[in-house]
């Protein structure tokens, strides 16, 4: 398999989804570290921006017959990983359920992250003059008391059925987040039930942020 390197940084919500990803298919790779805060932040520095236009993370990267390939945004670097090793599968083979499992992903990934990534804070505090923490903490609880009740329809062990998908790896970074903001994470026990189920697997371990070379305090 072509090495794959993967920009990102040690707390970031979206890199954290695919490093979980990439362990749990045991995919090696390259970890290429960008810091989100130091000097104003590295993603909007030149070198990265012809990495990644939208000066984000993640980035995947990887040499191909025709060049240089790279994907960014999580989900879809996932969905290129589950197609280039697909056991373990992280979307469930029904087809409802599949849907289910993209739905609650979504949920995390387009109706809850968004609103409390630095980004938008930043932007909330600096130029709105408005309470960024209290800001996040309203649409960190918003999405989960709906991730809690959609949720409740399918959920086994994991969040869709008795395996690991794709709802998972978004639903553990984003869980991580709430605490950072001090959300009350009481009125969400399946959440925090298949959480716990989640985070007792190797994979999840491996991904946490705590872990990764770029953390403050890591020793290499």
Same mark, same amino acid.
């Given at each position: 398999?072509?090495?794959? $390197?993967?920009?990102?940084?040690?707390?970031?919500?979206?890199?954290?989804?695919?490093?979980?990803?990439?362990? %749990?298919?045991? @995919?090696?790779?390259?970890?290429?570290?960008?810091?989100?805060?130091?000097?104003?932040?590295?993603?909007?520095?030149? $070198?990265?921006?012809?990495?990644?236009?939208?000066?984000?993370?993640? $980035?995947?990267?990887?040499?191909?017959?025709?060049?240089?390939?790279?994907?960014?945004?999580?989900?879809? @670097?996932?969905? %290129?990983?589950?197609?280039?090793?697909?056991?373990?599968?992280?979307?469930?083979?029904?087809?409802?359920?599949?849907?289910?499992?993209?739905?609650?992903?979504?949920?995390?990934?387009?109706?809850?992250?968004?609103?409390?990534?630095?980004?938008?804070?930043?932007? @909330?505090?600096?130029?709105?003059?408005?309470?960024?923490?209290?800001?996040?903490?309203?649409?960190?609880?918003?999405?989960?008391?709906?991730?809690?009740?959609?949720?409740?329809?399918?959920?086994?062990?994991?969040?869709?059925?008795?395996?690991?998908?794709?709802?998972?790896?978004?639903?553990?970074?984003?869980?991580?987040?709430?605490?950072?903001?001090?959300?009350?994470?009481?009125?969400?026990?399946?959440?925090?039930?298949?959480?716990?189920?989640?985070?007792?697997?190797?994979?999840?371990?491996?991904?946490?942020?705590?872990?990764?070379?770029?953390?403050?305090?890591?020793?290499?």
């Amino acid at each position: 398999m072509t090495e794959l $390197t993967l920009y990102g940084y040690w707390r970031s919500s979206s890199a954290w989804r695919v490093r979980i990803a990439l362990a %749990y298919k045991s @995919i090696a790779y390259v970890n290429h570290p960008v810091h989100l805060v130091r000097d104003g932040g590295e993603q909007h520095g030149a $070198t990265y921006r012809a990495v990644n236009p939208l000066e984000e993370v993640p $980035t995947l990267e990887w040499q191909a017959e025709g060049g240089r390939r790279r994907l960014s945004q999580s989900l879809a @670097i996932i969905d %290129y990983l589950d197609g280039l090793v697909p056991a373990p599968p992280l979307l469930p083979t029904d087809a409802f359920l599949r849907g289910r499992a993209r739905q609650l992903a979504e949920m995390v990934n387009a109706g809850t992250q968004p609103l409390q990534n630095a980004v938008a804070l930043k932007y @909330i505090k600096e130029r709105l003059g408005g309470d960024e923490a209290a800001w996040a903490r309203h649409f960190i609880a918003r999405g989960l008391s709906a991730l809690e009740a959609v949720a409740a329809e399918t959920a086994g062990r994991y969040l869709v059925g008795d395996a690991v998908s794709l709802a998972d790896l978004c639903l553990v970074p984003q869980l991580y987040n709430a605490r950072r903001y001090s959300v009350d994470l009481s009125p969400y026990p399946l959440l925090g039930r298949v959480e716990l189920a989640c985070v007792a697997l190797p994979a999840f371990a491996a991904a946490h942020p705590d872990r990764q070379p770029d953390a403050p305090g890591t020793v290499a």
